[in-house]
C-alpha cells in the first residue's frame, strides 16, 4: 500500500454538500463526499491499490481509516468480497448459541447492530468519481447513467467526488431494477404488469401483500355516488395505487413525502396506462378531504433506520402506524373501510405485542371488520443460517379492514 498519503482530519464546507480530503503525492486532495444514508466524511484516509492486502485493509477499516482506490476496478470489487468474508466469519454454532441465550428482542438488535458494523466497515473502501460521474480506474465499468439516476445530472463545476464502492453497487443494483422491473402478476400479464423501482424507494418484492390488496372485497361507494374514492398513503413506487386502479376504482389518490418516491410512482402509473385514475400528492400521511377506501401499507418494524431506504421497513416508535391509525376515520367517508396492511414479525420479534396493536386500533375509534393473512414467500422466510430465522419462519402478512366504532 502507498505510504505517501497519511492519515488527514476530513472536513465539511459550511451549509454545502460535505468534503472529503486527502493527501496524495505530497499535495492536498479534496473531492464532494457522497452518501445516500447521510454518514460523515472519514476522517481518516489512505491510498490503497492493487498491492493492498485484504488483511491490512480489513485492519484499516476496522480502525476507522478509508482505503480511497487508486488500483484496477475488479481488483477493488474482489476486495470488497474478502473484507465482507471477514467480517462475516464467525462460527455458525458461536451465533445459535448466542441467539439461545438473550431474549429474541436482544437477538433483534443485536443483529441489528452487527449489520451496521458490518457496513460501516464495508463502507471504508472508497472510489473515485470524475465530475461526470465516470470512474478514473482501470477496467471500471460506465456507471454514468446509474449515478445520474441516483444522484442527478453531473456538474462539472461540482468537480470529482468521491464514494464508497458498496454504495456504487447499490446504484447499480438499483440502475438494474429500473431498467428491467418487477413483475407484478397483479397487475395484468407482461410486458404490461411491471412496476420499476427508482434509487432510493423500496422495491416492490413482498408480493404477498399486494395480492391482499388485489383480493379483498372493495367497500360500497357510499350513498348517493357511483364509485368509489380511494387514498394510497405511503404509495412509494405505486404499486398499490395501479393495483386498485386495475380493480377499477376510477378516483385514487396517492401520498407520499419522498420526492424521490412520487416521481418513481408517476413514471409507473404513466407507463401502467392509469393516469387518468390516480393522482400524486406530496404529504405527509392523509391528502384533504375522505375515501371510502384507505389503504397503507406502513413500515412493519418498529425500529430505527440506519438508511433512506430502510424506512420503508424500519420506522422508530411506529411513527406512521401511529399517525394512520390516529387520522384514520377522520377520513373515511361513510362506511368507508382503512385497510393496513402489516406483518406480525415486529410481535414475533418482540418489539410489539398484538394486544398493542389491537388497543391502538380501540383507542383510534376503529373495529375491526376482518383480517385476511398470507404466508410470506420471500427467501429469508426459510433462511436457517438466518439469525432470526425462528421469527421469520412464523411470520404472517395481514390486510386489516378497518372501520370507524
Avoid at 348517493?224 to 405505486?238: E, M, N, P
Amino acid at each position: 500500500m502507498p505510504n505517501s498519503s497519511p492519515p488527514v482530519t476530513t472536513e465539511a464546507a459550511p451549509s454545502e454538500q460535505p468534503v472529503i480530503r486527502w493527501t496524495e503525492a505530497g499535495e492536498e486532495r479534496s473531492a464532494l463526499w457522497r452518501s445516500e444514508r447521510g454518514a460523515p466524511p472519514p476522517k481518516r484516509v489512505v491510498l490503497a491499490d492493487d498491492t493492498t492486502t485484504a488483511d491490512t485493509a480489513y485492519r484499516l477499516a476496522c480502525e476507522g481509516t478509508a482505503l480511497l482506490w487508486r488500483g484496477d476496478f475488479h481488483n477493488a470489487r474482489q476486495l470488497l468480497q474478502a473484507l465482507a468474508r471477514r467480517a462475516d466469519n464467525v462460527p455458525a454454532r458461536k451465533r445459535k448459541k448466542a441467539a439461545q441465550v438473550v431474549p429474541v428482542a436482544d437477538a433483534f438488535h443485536q443483529h441489528r447492530l452487527a449489520q451496521s458494523q458490518r457496513a460501516r466497515m464495508l463502507g471504508m473502501l472508497l472510489i473515485p468519481f470524475n465530475a461526470d460521474h465516470s470512474i478514473p480506474l482501470r477496467r471500471a465499468p460506465d456507471v454514468k447513467t446509474a449515478c445520474t439516476e441516483a444522484w442527478g445530472p453531473a456538474d462539472a463545476a461540482a468537480g470529482a467526488s468521491v464514494a464508497s464502492l458498496r454504495e456504487l453497487l447499490g446504484i447499480t443494483s438499483a440502475h438494474e431494477w429500473r431498467r428491467k422491473g418487477v413483475e407484478i402478476a397483479a397487475l395484468g400479464e407482461p410486458p404490461h404488469n411491471r412496476i420499476h423501482p427508482h434509487y432510493g424507494v423500496f422495491s416492490p418484492v413482498r408480493g404477498e401483500y399486494i395480492q391482499l390488496v388485489a383480493t379483498a372485497h372493495l367497500p360500497k361507494p357510499p350513498p348517493g355516488q357511483t364509485s368509489l374514492v380511494a387514498f394510497d398513503i405511503g404509495t412509494g413506487t405505486g404499486v398499490l395505487s395501479a393495483v386498485l386502479a386495475r380493480r377499477g376504482i376510477r378516483q385514487i389518490v396517492a401520498t407520499d413525502q419522498d420526492p424521490r418516491a412520487l416521481a418513481c410512482a408517476r413514471e409507473n402509473i404513466a407507463q401502467l396506462g392509469v393516469s387518468e385514475q390516480v393522482q400524486l400528492v406530496q404529504a405527509d400521511l392523509f391528502p384533504e378531504g375522505q375515501a371510502s377506501l384507505v389503504v397503507c401499507n406502513p413500515p412493519w418494524l418498529p425500529a430505527r433506520p440506519s438508511s433512506p431506504i430502510e424506512r420503508a421497513v424500519y420506522d422508530e416508535g411506529g411513527r406512521m402506524l401511529q399517525g394512520f391509525l390516529k387520522g384514520l376515520t377522520a377520513h373515511l367517508a361513510p362506511k368507508g373501510e382503512g385497510w393496513l396492511i402489516l406483518s406480525n414479525l415486529a410481535e414475533h420479534l418482540g418489539l410489539r405485542s398484538r394486544a398493542e396493536l389491537l388497543e391502538a386500533f380501540e383507542r383510534n375509534g376503529l373495529r375491526v371488520i376482518s383480517r385476511i393473512d398470507a404466508k410470506p414467500q420471500h427467501p429469508k422466510a426459510s433462511d436457517a443460517a438466518d439469525p432470526l430465522a425462528d421469527a421469520r419462519s412464523r411470520e404472517v402478512t395481514s390486510l386489516w379492514r378497518l372501520a370507524a366504532i
